[in-house]
């Protein structure tokens, strides 16, 4: 007698939304055992799932289940519930989902094998319960304490330095004195941000205790990180976004660093966002959810207000360290193409005398983002994407920032034969190569010269370059740091005390309605990198150059105040019926021509009308994406926005057998992004 199963294969993400494959098997399987599966010719690794009402068919057709992976505990009903309910709400298959959750290795590997990296990950213990924690402030003790005894979920509202990273520390060590057995999940927005948060979480619980999850591991270390929290023998995971999916079957507290972040939105594939599955699942597994903070998001903020959420404040920040003083330079003021006003460059200056560090952000790596002819109409476009190819001065390249495209800088204009091409507009490159000219005189207090370095992911992308280079700057060997914004997230600088956005105004005038809340989180961070140290805080300052001084995101930013800030915004944002108070969803189509693009996303609209949900819905134009076409594909999508969100998700749903049977010459392929931050 065999039983009927049912199993999710990673089947090809539009070829069908239904959950599982039924398969026949000798061995009565428990939902979640991993297995191996025939799928047409393969043999592919499935997971068992929950039996569906009416299973029972005729089997005689059905084919045969091939080996559970031995040794490996089936995965937990969070988790499938878990993966269930993103498959769900994100519109894409159950097997996709689920199969891309588990490490790429565990499909490839053998049973012994397997069993062998199982033994040495169950071996790891950790936990010192006698590293030296300090004191904490009152505001930490008031979160810690609220966070003991009420359900959540919170968000930490804590100033940049406030010390949200040691309340994190200590709710793990509540936890885990709680329960030795319980696992924790710290979640960051970026890898650069791993190495030192597992450094703090190491030395406080044991090099054993904490495994890191993210996608720049190789597939081995993976592996052994993921079998480590399956296992139940490491006590924190600490990763990226595809950590919110880790198996964690003791799972009692989540973490999420840096809660506004957009980097927790997953750009392809299932475009899921890890902070609210991360809420979704403290829920599902009676976990408690912090989100942490200095800037949260719109939408955490007014969870807040409507009680959803808990708020914990901690305003101040820890010792004598105090908020940089915000400076605005007015550069309608300053002479024209003036790249660093003088009062800025005197104030780096001093600093560079006083052995102090200097911080300058500026969102656009390269030398210049546009090269142009002086005698006739010609610019670096790229002939595969609707964009301009950024001049790289260090290689004598132009650079494609979309596909990659790159070609040397041509002598002469290939249009008019000109040989005066120039570069328009500015990037870090520029920047770095300026600042060390307007320094040449400047003088460290051994009398040595000043020395301007760069960090971005053109200086960082080689193995171990971030590593080295944010030694450097920690050791006080830089004296100025350019960069884009991957400086101004997280690090715990010690010097700094001076930090400088040179043109920040793109943002106030994109067509992005969140825009705004990005700049205003990007500065806060940005001044949080200043004055972290007593002994230099009290002269630290946060310098912004900007031709609108007059702008109301600057006056709550010299405030410090994002309170002022999220309440004009949500305002606004009730007003224009926008999120957090409206719910969108996109339909993105790519095709060899925008036409085909576009026609697609036409006979989708009109195959929405009378479906579940419509009456609720508004379902926008078709639209070009504003990099309209990239590596030679053309984009395009379709906006839709509803004031209920459950009416919107019974819309989707019923709206994908429609869009599945959509087929249109030249379409290279469609996706849903559920709640999409950029539109
Ligand atoms: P945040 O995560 O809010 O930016 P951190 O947790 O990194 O802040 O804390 C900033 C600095 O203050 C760190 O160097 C940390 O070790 C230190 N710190 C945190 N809490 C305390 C405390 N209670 N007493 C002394 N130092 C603390
Ligand atoms: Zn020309
Ligand atoms: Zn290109």
């Known amino acids: 007698m065999s039983t009927l199963l049912q199993v999710v294969v990673p089947t090809p993400a539009h070829s069908t939304v239904a959950g599982a494959l039924s398969y026949r098997s000798e061995l009565p399987l ?71 959750a588990l490490p790429p290795q565990l499909r490839e590997l053998d049973g012994t094998q397997l069993a062998r ?29 609220a966070i003991a005894s009420e359900p959540g979920p919170f968000l930490l509202f804590g100033a940049t330095g406030s010390g949200k990273t040691e309340v994190y520390l200590q709710a793990v060590e509540q936890l885990l004195l709680a329960d030795p057995a319980a696992q924790a999940l710290v979640l960051v927005p970026e890898i650069n941000l791993t190495p030192q948060l597992q450094a703090r979480f190491e030395q406080r619980f044991g090099a054993d205790a904490v495994v890191p999850l993210h996608s720049g591991m190789t597939h081995p270390q993976r592996l052994r990180s993921w079998l480590a929290a399956h296992a139940g023998a490491a006590r924190i995971v600490l990763g990226t976004r595809m950590a919110v999916f880790a ?5 009692g507290l989540v973490v999420v660093d840096e809660e506004h972040d957009p980097s927790y939105k997953q750009q392809e594939g299932a475009r899921y966002s890890a902070r609210d ?69 005197a104030a780096i200056g001093e600093r560079v005398a006083r052995g102090e560090q200097s911080l300058v952000f ?49 002598r002469r204009c290939p249009k008019c034969g000109n040989v005066d091409i120039a570069p328009l507009g500015r990037g870090t490159e520029q920047l770095e190569e300026r600042l060390a000219e307007l320094l040449a005189d400047a003088r460290r207090p051994d009398g040595t010269p000043a020395r301007v370095a760069r960090m971005d992911a053109d200086t960082t992308r080689a193995k171990g370059a971030l ?68 002994a230099h805080a009290a002269a630290s300052e946060m310098w912004v150059q900007t031709w609108n001084p007059e702008h109301p995101l600057f006056a709550a930013l010299k405030k410090h105040d994002y309170p002022a800030f999220a309440q004009q915004q949500l305002q606004e944002r009730q007003q224009a019926a926008m999120p957090p108070f409206a719910y969108q969803a996109l ?76 087929r249109l010459r030249g379409l290279i392929r469609w996706a849903v992004d559920v709640d999409p931050l950029a539109i």
């Open 277 to 345: 599955l991360a809420v979704y699942r403290g829920r599902l597994e009676n976990a408690k959810v912090i989100l942490g903070s200095a800037t949260p998001s719109l939408e955490s903020w007014q969870a807040c207000e409507r009680g959803r959420y808990r708020c914990l404040e901690m305003p101040t920040r820890v010792g004598a360290g105090v908020l940089p003083r915000v400076r605005l330079v007015n550069m309608q003021n300053q002479p024209k193409g003036t790249l660093f006003s003088a009062p800025l460059l």
């Open 467 to 534: 590593e080295e280079q944010l030694a450097q700057v920690h050791a006080g060997e830089v004296d100025v740091l350019v960069g884009t914004q991957m400086v101004t997230k997280g690090h715990d600088f010690r010097r700094i005390t001076l930090v400088a956005a040179v043109n920040a105004d793109a943002a106030l005038f994109s067509s992005d309605f969140r825009a705004p809340e990005r700049l205003f989180s990007l500065l806060m961070q940005a001044a949080g990198r200043a004055g972290r140290d007593a």
């Open 587 to 662: 339909l993105r189509a790519e095709a060899r021509t925008q036409e085909v693009a576009q026609a697609f996303l036409r006979a989708a609209a009109s195959g929405a009308e009378g479906l579940d949900g419509s009456a609720q819905v508004v379902v926008f134009s078709p639209v070009p994406m504003t990099v309209q076409r990239v590596a030679n594909v053309e984009r395009a999508q379709l906006l839709l926005e509803s004031n209920s969100r459950p009416a919107l998700q019974a819309f989707l749903a019923a709206w994908q057998p429609v869009l599945h049977g959509l």
């Open 117 to 145: 990296r199982l033994k040495r990950s169950v071996a790891a213990r950790g936990g010192d319960g006698e590293a030296a924690r300090p004191d904490l402030t009152a505001d930490q003790q008031q979160a810690l304490t």
């Open 362 to 410: 500026l969102n656009r790596r390269g030398y210049a983002p546009v090269l142009a002819c002086t005698a006739c109409d010609w610019r670096s476009e790229c002939s595969h994407c609707s964009a301009f190819r950024v001049f790289h001065k260090a290689d004598r390249t132009l650079r494609c920032h979309h596909c990659g495209f790159t070609e040397r800088v041509p």
């Open 247 to 251: 198996s964690l079957p003791r799972l």
């Open 30 to 100: 428990a939902p979640g055992t991993v297995v191996r599966v025939p799928l047409g010719r393969r043999e592919v690794c499935g997971v068992v799932w929950d039996p569906a009402p009416g299973d029972a068919l005729d089997d005689t057709q059905l084919k045969a289940i091939g080996e559970p992976l031995p040794g490996l505990p089936p995965l937990s009903a969070g988790w499938r519930e878990l993966v269930a309910f993103a498959a769900g709400y994100y519109q894409r298959s159950l097997g996709e989902v689920a199969l891309a």
